[in-house]
């Protein structure tokens, strides 16, 4: 009989999560409800800071973009790690920002204070306001003293994406959202994330301003007015600026407060499974884990590796497919932005060069985590890492 197959992901749950969909359906409060409320108090906890809910880690970044660009009058610009998903720079543009992409650190792949600085340092009195935008990469903090740092020289406001981190700490202690120089932190809540409600984000900051803004945003602008004209008008409202409905629905809340209050649980299985790979990998040749050790307060959101795809004389087509004729579907986080069509148009006075991100990227894959996957699971995908770089009629003749 074949092995089943493996996911890259998997969402984790159980009858609470069941009772609470059960709860909010028969509440008949399916939007607008406790739920979301809730949901935030949770994570307000696990981010030590203020945390307003919209319907996806896209619409936060969105609404946080938009809020922060109406606030300045001439050119903006958000800079971001070329490794990194469309979400952001694609929001940026569509609000009429420019984007800029900077390297990253071999190490974790989070974005290298040196490419960032040569950056700013070349564009930074072109724009009113520059966004920076840490990504803390597969669940792993960026270094946010050297990032800080930057961006107080510059002028820059820092916004961290992390959407690989909720749960996580900076240092083992200081949880990720609550860093005292970040104009605020984003979260998606995905069903592959660490914690899961289907769709889902959050945008975290101690800025109540902006908090009051990013409310009002994400339920149109609406406004209630104090005067009624007449005994049976409708409750009457007033809409001062355009807005959107950016909110997350109860259901998905219900999931969400659920997930968050055991995220330190889910984090700590994740940490043992990515512990088990490190203890099985160390020392393959052709491989690394990125990081190259566990690191302490990771949310451990995924578990990438780089392959030495030249050594194994194999391509990364090649790599997929040797582990998908295993039954072990694996995921590549991501196709840089300088690849992508969407983003082509970025000139060379916003580029950096991109090192370290063109030398991994061919190798780089994200093997299985998830939380409920066992040992064996973890030993099967392992076995296979080994297999491929054992089983390389190139690699052996190098060796």
């Known amino acids: 009989m074949a092995e089943p197959e493996l996911p890259y992901a998997r969402p984790h749950w159980d009858a609470e999560e069941a009772a609470a969909l059960m709860t909010t359906l028969e509440s008949g409060f399916w939007t607008n409800g406790g739920q979301v409320l809730r949901f935030e108090e949770e994570l307000g906890r696990l981010t030590g800071a203020p945390t307003v809910t919209v319907s996806s880690g896209t619409s936060a970044v969105f609404a946080l973009l938009h809020a922060l660009g109406r606030s300045v009058s001439g050119p903006k610009l958000l800079v971001s790690p070329a490794l990194n998903f469309a979400a952001a720079p694609a929001s940026a543009k569509l609000l009429g920002w420019d984007v800029a992409l900077c390297d990253v650190i071999a190490d974790d792949l989070t974005v290298c204070p040196a490419s960032l600085a040569e950056l700013l340092d070349r564009v930074h009195l072109d724009y009113a306001r520059i966004v920076v935008l840490p990504v803390h990469y597969a669940g792993h903090s960026a270094d946010m003293a050297a990032l800080s740092a930057l961006c107080e020289r510059y002028g820059a406001d820092l916004v961290e994406d992390a959407c690989h981190a909720i749960g996580g700490t900076y240092d083992g202690t200081l949880p990720v959202g609550s860093w005292l120089t970040s104009v605020a932190a984003y979260f998606s809540f995905h069903p592959t994330k660490p914690v899961a409600a289907g769709e889902g984000g959050a945008v975290s900051t101690t800025d109540p301003a902006l908090l009051r803004e990013l409310r009002a945003l994400r339920n149109h602008n609406m406004s209630p007015v104090d005067a009624h004209t007449g005994d049976h008008d409708p409750w009457p409202y ?147 890492v080994a297999g491929i770089v054992h089983g390389s009629t190139h690699a052996r003749g190098r060796a």
């Open 238 to 384: 007033s809409i001062p600026a355009p807005g959107l409905n950016l909110r997350l629905s109860e259901f998905n809340a219900a999931v969400g407060a659920v997930q968050a209050g055991r995220a330190e649980e889910s984090r700590l299985e994740r940490a043992r499974l990515a512990a088990r790979y490190h203890e099985r990998l160390d020392g393959l040749p052709f491989v690394r884990a990125v990081p190259g050790q566990r690191r302490a307060g990771s949310a451990h959101h995924l578990f990438p590796v780089v392959f030495d795809v030249e050594g194994l004389g194999m391509s990364k087509k090649d790599l997929l497919d040797t582990f998908f004729s295993r039954r072990i579907r694996c995921q590549v986080h991501y196709t840089p932005l300088h690849r992508l069509p969407a983003f082509a148009d970025i000139g060379p006075r916003l580029t950096t060069s991109f090192t370290t991100v063109d030398t991994a990227f061919p190798g780089l894959v994200s093997l299985p985590l998830w939380r409920g996957m066992t040992d064996d699971d973890c030993d099967r995908v392992a076995d296979a």
